[in-house]
């Protein structure tokens, strides 16, 4: 199960509707070995795409190397899609490296950078194998 802070869940679904129609994507930090989700880290989809995301790699590098210096690892990594379902692709399933990370998927495709609901769901990716699991927003991470 993920647990996500109201003001988590509405950063990544903010990001995801200013990046629409392009994919939008990002990582969530959080103290290394505690699945807590706390610093949302919006980055630039490198690809420019409204149907694929790429971490522009000296972007990513220098995140890596912040966590590291803050005994902080990546908690969750989103993404948008932004005219399918919130569900990973193929490339999302061969692309996912962090076998401890909450993949989340955010569907923009019914109301765009309008407000209105959008699909948010999280899964677990390891060794290609896709695991739906349970999103709990909570008002604050106790």
């Given at each position: 199960?993920?647990?996500?802070?109201?003001?988590?869940?509405?950063?990544?679904?903010?990001?995801?509707?200013?990046?629409?129609?392009?994919?939008?994507?990002?990582?969530?930090a959080?103290?290394?070995?505690?699945?807590?989700?706390?610093?949302?880290?919006?980055?630039?989809?490198?690809?420019?795409?409204?149907?694929?995301?790429?971490?522009?790699?000296?972007?990513?590098?220098?995140?890596?190397?912040?966590?590291?210096?803050?005994?902080?690892?990546?908690?969750?990594?989103?993404?948008?899609?932004?005219?399918?379902?919130?569900?990973?692709s193929?490339?999302?399933?061969?692309?996912a490296?962090?076998?401890?990370?909450?993949?989340?998927?955010?569907?923009?495709?019914?109301?765009?950078?309008?407000?209105?609901?959008?699909?948010?769901?999280?899964?677990?990716?390891?060794?290609?194998?896709?695991?739906?699991?349970?999103?709990?927003?909570?008002?604050?991470?106790?």
């Open positions: 199960m993920l647990t996500i802070s109201q003001a988590t869940y509405d950063a990544i679904v903010a990001h995801a509707r200013r990046d629409h129609p392009d994919e939008a994507c990002g990582i969530v959080g103290p290394e070995g505690t699945d807590r989700p706390e610093r949302v880290v919006e980055m630039v989809n490198a690809a420019g795409s409204p149907t694929f995301y790429e971490f522009d790699s000296t972007e990513l590098l220098q995140l890596y190397k912040e966590m590291w210096a803050n005994d902080e690892e990546p908690v969750v990594i989103y993404h948008s899609h932004t005219a399918t379902e919130a569900y990973p193929r490339t999302d399933i061969g692309l490296s962090e076998p401890g990370a909450h993949y989340v998927l955010v569907s923009t495709r019914e109301h765009g950078n309008n407000d209105g609901p959008v699909e948010f769901r999280s899964y677990r990716i390891a060794d290609g194998e896709v695991t739906e699991e349970v999103v709990a927003v909570v008002p604050e991470l106790t």
